[in-house]
T-cell receptor
Framework: GDSVTQMEGPVTLSEEAFLTINCTYT??????LFWYVQYPGEGLQLLLK?????DKGSNKGFEATYRKETTSFHLEKGSVQVSDSAVYFC??????????FGSGTKLNVKP | GAVVSQHPSRVICKSGTSVKIECRSL??????MFWYRQFPKQSLMLMAT?????????EQGVEKDKFLINHASLTLSTLTVTSAHPEDSSFYIC?????????????FGPGTRLTVL
């Protein structure tokens, strides 16, 4: 079945460091791919998305490219800030309604 | 973007009681809403799909008599945890989709933390 695997955390970085959070997926069709962010005590917020192969989603300095050949959707940011500390979830949606989430990766950014 | 609210944000109850959680789409109509459960340090698990005007669809392994879902209107879905036990303690999150031919986006509520004593 469809599933998402993302790197375990926590990931601890210093401010202005480069961030990569790996995400790979398994899907039978051509799903849309998403990154969601969850700040402490809050619900999930959409960070970025890509709906087809080779699309690049970007928002707030974060980027991820839909790689069909490697079934990956890695999240990157060139220079993280303390305010980026949160839990990041990779997700896929094979149809309009179903979402499958990865286990989440906690990011801690230290000043 | 669209806003989804949940009420209450936190609830503590005694074992054996029932708890109702509300999910509302504030500025759009949602014929379908989704309920997720999030365990500590784990991902979201889809529990069920709430359908306005019809019965909810439950994921495999989710007890429909335990988790009652009612989609009362185009902006409101409720999840009732019946005869709650400590193992039901969790973070419950709802979502509502907005989509057209080209896009598909889910809007999530802020979550409800349930603690069963």
């Amino acid at each position: 079945g469809d599933s998402v695997t993302q790197m375990e955390g926590p990931v601890t970085l210093s401010e202005e460091a480069f961030l990569t959070i790996n995400c790979t997926y398994t899907a039978t069709g051509y799903p849309s791919l998403f990154w969601y962010v969850q700040y402490p005590g809050e619900g999930l917020q959409l960070l970025l998305k890509a709906t087809k192969a080779d699309d690049k989603g970007s928002n707030k300095g974060f980027e991820a490219t839909y790689r069909k050949e490697t079934t990956s959707f890695h999240l990157e940011k060139g220079s993280v800030q303390v305010s980026d500390s949160a839990v990041y979830f990779c997700a896929l949606s094979p149809t309009f309604n179903k979402f499958y989430f990865g286990s989440g990766t906690k990011l801690n950014v230290k000043p | 973007g669209a806003v989804v609210s949940q009420h209450p944000s936190r609830v503590i109850c005694k074992s054996g009681t029932s708890v109702k959680i509300e999910c509302r789409s504030l500025d759009f109509q949602a014929t379908t809403m989704f309920w997720y459960r999030q365990f500590p340090k784990q991902s979201l698990m889809l529990m069920a799909t709430s359908n306005e005007g019809s019965k909810a669809t439950y994921e495999q392994g989710v007890e429909k008599d335990k988790f009652l879902i009612n989609h009362a209107s185009l902006t409101l879905s409720t999840l009732t945890v019946t005869s709650a036990h400590p193992e039901d303690s969790s973070f419950y999150i709802c979502s509502a989709p907005q989509w057209d031919r080209d896009t598909n986006e889910q809007f999530f509520g802020p979550g409800t933390r349930l603690t069963v004593l």
